[in-house]
């Protein structure tokens, strides 16, 4: 058995394991549209956590998995605002419904944002959805207005 990282009267928490891969996959990709994604998110995610290069952790509560949070360590380079050269890209946070509103998914980002600060991460970004906006803003996080995206469509290859 995986000793718990914290306890609290709801649930515990625990690191995840490469063999967790397939049920981080199922909820980083829980849309209809998106089920194929997920062997090659698992395939993809289990060996970056072998390799320290994915930080996650797991709340269970009466021995079911009910929320989780990661963090995949990124070599983004030096900047001025992080010499050390990491980034911690905060990914997978959820939460069953039934067990909303109890403080499981602060904790979790929480806790693994402060595994990856005892790395040396001194930078972290995240996609947040409109619900969770408040959670990541009583967090520490802003919004960071001057990044751009571009993205290259499978007819354009």
Not at 70 to 85: C, I, K, Q, S
Request: with cysteine; proline share 5%.
């Amino acid at each position: 058995m995986i000793p718990p990282i914290s306890m609290n009267p709801f649930w515990t928490e625990r690191a995840v394991l490469s063999s967790d891969a397939d049920q981080i996959a199922a909820h980083a990709c829980y849309r209809q549209e998106d089920a194929h994604r997920r062997a090659g998110y698992t395939a993809w995610l289990a060996p970056r956590i072998d390799a320290g290069r994915y930080l996650g952790l797991f709340a269970n509560h009466d021995g079911a998995v009910v929320g989780g949070a990661g963090v995949v360590l990124l070599d983004w380079g030096p900047t001025r605002a992080n010499p050390g050269g990491l980034m911690g890209r905060v990914a997978n946070v959820f939460v069953e419904p039934q067990h909303r509103g109890h403080g499981i998914a602060r904790s979790l980002v929480a806790n693994v944002m402060a595994r990856c600060e005892a790395l040396g991460v001194r930078e972290f970004n995240l996609g947040a959805t409109t619900e969770a906006r408040s959670l990541y803003q009583s967090l520490g996080f802003i919004d960071y207005p001057a990044e751009m995206r571009r993205r290259v469509l499978e007819k354009q290859l």
